[in-house]
């Protein structure tokens, strides 16, 4: 990836398109002082191109809102899967993640789709919420009739999903690019209306987790204690993965699937070991969450690697850096 | 408390058992309460198919399980001394749990709240398990814990599955006591499923007895279950019988 450049970025400051127009050069002609300027201009400028983006570029960039929407949307995204992400863990569902986000990503493909060959205008984030759930509740149905194990819907799901989504998008060439950013999170850019659906959906989950946290914390932990003692079992699991489908279908949306698998699963992974109590737990999985999602892609912008990589990249070595601490805490 | 000899749970013909498919044949019993009834049988024999069956986890297999009012409030101990040892719980937080009931979890939990866990865990001795994670504590303490988040909480009938199987015979004398006084303190009604014949000997008022071999049911008093012919020949003459396990 290189840092996202708007038309006046291209050139050094101070030059115009005009100067780049120069008279050919000759004996008999030879080139005025004018063009020696811009020469050297344009040497200098390749010269910063080579020793990559600067913190002044950054700046520039953030203050014009290029940059900041898609940080700011990164660290909402991570914060909030990371919250999400210690009861996925915790119930050992790890992998509906990875099925619902791949899901959601098909959802976004296909809007596409449906806009190139039949004209038919989808909103990207509502068909990635509609797949995304309906993921989610197909992944309920009773598969153990079949003498199945659960796991092997998850992997169904999992494949289907983006195998449908490669195939949607060989047939979307022109938004190619925007597939594959969808499914492997190399979208540099995030647009205003996702910043804004990661925000409330991030919000409303959050306040939803609180006010039910002691229900849901009982019900994962003894389902059978918390139904005996008649607590609405299988409504608050119906909620929490309602919250987990919409989340990571608005996150899919805005920054791919895989920043959005690496946020629900290894924040959590670095923050529960470090913890006695699990509103810690929760509190760190969502720092470290959100940590992951602004530091990756400060990491791409600098070293000018794909943002979805990245961020999921920050997020492994944040856990390998917390690995000894969870390792210590364990032993005493 | 509740009132002593209120019918708390009736069955009628129930037979009880997996996919349709009967362990035993069809009984009835009632449990009334203050009264402490041990479900004894070899393994396998379908204890915590009961057990189950009568909290409403399994359907049965035919016949009926009937409250003896609405909304009667369960506490369940499972077979499994632990529950879930990478939720980063402490001790306290698992009998805190004990406090929850339908909806209760979505308001604040206020200041009695607390003391009552602190006064039950001091009651039961599990002081010291009650700031310690839950997943490092033994199989034992585990179960300790559990029995203080029955006494923590406000049920009318509890059902335990070998809630003493990973106790030291010291903790599962305590564990009975405690049960024994708390049924007569609150009238609470007990079914415990149990290899410890102790425990039917000394203070149960009813034992239910499965022996899926002949196949049969047998429901009494100690005495009468411990004279039947299918408790002989599980277990031998009564005074043969281990006391324990």
């Keep these: 990836?290189?840092?996202?450049?708007?038309?006046?970025?291209?050139?050094?400051?101070?030059?115009?398109?005009?100067?780049?127009?120069?008279a050919p050069a000759s004996s008999a002609n030879p080139p005025p002082a004018r063009d020696e300027h811009v020469h050297e201009a344009i040497r200098a400028h390749e010269l910063q191109e080579q020793a990559g983006p600067s913190w002044a570029d950054f700046a520039q960039g953030w203050d014009r809102g290029i940059y900041r929407?898609?940080?700011?949307?990164?660290?909402?995204?991570?914060?909030?899967?990371?919250?999400?992400?210690?009861?996925?863990?915790?119930?050992?569902?790890?992998?509906v993640t990875a099925a619902v986000s791949q899901a959601a990503g098909l959802g976004v493909a296909l809007a596409f789709y449906l806009a190139i060959h039949h004209a038919l205008d989808v909103p990207p984030v509502l068909a990635a919420l509609v797949l995304g759930v309906t993921a989610t509740v197909s992944l309920a149905l009773p598969v153990h009739k079949l003498r199945l194990?659960?796991?092997?819907?998850?992997?169904?799901?999992?494949?289907?999903?983006?195998?449908?989504?490669?195939?949607?998008?060989?047939?979307?060439?022109?938004?190619?690019?925007?597939?594959?950013?969808?499914?492997?999170?190399?979208?540099?850019?995030?647009?205003?209306?996702?910043?804004?659906?990661?925000?409330?959906?991030?919000?409303?989950?959050?306040?939803v987790v609180a006010v039910f946290y002691r229900g849901l914390v009982f019900a994962g932990f003894d389902p059978e204690g918390a139904k005996v003692q008649k607590l609405p079992v299988?409504?608050?699991?119906?909620?929490?993965?309602?919250?987990?489908?919409?989340?990571?279908?608005?996150?899919?949306?805005?920054?791919?699937?895989?920043?959005?698998?690496?946020?629900?699963?290894?924040?959590?992974?670095?923050?529960?070991?470090?913890?006695?109590?699990?509103?810690?737990?929760?509190?760190?999985?969502?720092?470290?969450?959100?940590?992951?999602?602004?530091?990756?892609?400060?990491?791409?912008?600098?070293f000018q690697f794909p943002v979805g990589a990245s961020q999921a990249a920050v997020a492994v070595a944040i856990w390998l850096v917390t690995l000894p601490f969870g390792a210590l805490g364990r032993s005493r | 408390m509740t009132e002593v000899g209120l019918e708390l749970l009736v069955c009628r013909d129930l037979r009880i058992g997996r996919g349709g498919e009967a362990l035993l044949p069809p009984f009835d019993l009632t449990v009334r309460a203050g009264e402490l009834w041990a479900v004894i049988g070899r393994n396998g024999s379908g204890k915590t198919t009961l057990l189950r069956t009568l909290l409403g986890l399994l359907p049965p297999v035919s016949g009926s399980v009937t409250l003896g009012r609405p909304n009667l409030k369960f506490a369940y101990l499972s077979q499994r001394a632990g529950l879930d040892e990478f939720y980063p719980l402490l001790g306290e937080d698992v009998v805190a749990m004990g406090c929850e009931r339908g909806w209760s979890f979505a308001r604040p939990r206020g200041k009695d709240l607390r003391q009552r866990v602190e006064r039950a865990l001091s009651e039961m001795g599990t002081q010291q398990f009650g700031l310690e994670p839950y997943g490092s504590l033994s199989d034992g303490q585990k179960q300790r814990v559990m029995f203080t988040r029955l006494a923590v909480s406000d049920a009318e009938l509890l059902l335990a599955d070998e809630p003493t199987?990973?106790?030291?015979?010291?903790?599962?004398?305590?564990?009975?006591?405690l049960l024994d006084r708390i049924r007569h303190e609150r009238g609470l009604g007990i079914v415990i499923a149990s290899h410890f014949l102790g425990l039917a000997q000394r203070l149960a008022d009813r034992v239910v007895l499965l022996d899926r071999d002949a196949p049969a049911v047998v429901i009494g008093t100690p005495g009468e279950v411990f004279a039947h012919a299918g408790f002989r020949d599980n277990y031998g003459a009564v005074d043969d019988a281990p006391a324990h396990g």
Excluded at chain 1, 3 to 16: C, I, M
Excluded at chain 1, 242 to 253: D, F, G, N
Excluded at chain 1, 268 to 293: C, H
């Design chain 2, 165 to 177: 199987s990973a106790m030291d015979m010291v903790a599962e004398r305590e564990a009975f006591r």
């Design chain 1, 234 to 302: 299988r409504g608050l699991n119906l909620l929490f993965w309602a919250l987990v489908a919409i989340e990571v279908s608005v996150a899919t949306r805005a920054l791919g699937a895989l920043p959005v698998f690496a946020f629900a699963v290894i924040p959590a992974m670095a923050a529960l070991p470090l913890v006695r109590r699990l509103p810690y737990a929760l509190v760190g999985a969502a720092l470290i969450g959100g940590l992951s999602g602004a530091l990756g892609y400060l990491f791409a912008f600098f």
């Design chain 1, 69 to 95: 929407d898609p940080v700011v949307c990164g660290g909402l995204a991570g914060l909030v899967l990371g919250l999400l992400g210690v009861f996925i863990v915790l119930r050992r569902a790890v992998f």
């Design chain 1, 149 to 207: 194990p659960r796991e092997s819907a998850l992997g169904l799901c999992f494949i289907a999903a983006s195998a449908l989504a490669v195939l949607v998008g060989d047939r979307i060439s022109q938004e190619a690019h925007d597939v594959a950013g969808i499914l492997f999170g190399t979208a540099v850019l995030v647009r205003r209306t996702d910043l804004w659906a990661v925000g409330i959906v991030g919000g409303v989950t959050t306040l």
């Design chain 1, 1 to 22: 990836m290189t840092p996202p450049r708007t038309a006046d970025q291209e050139l050094p400051p101070g030059l115009s398109p005009d100067d780049l127009i120069l």
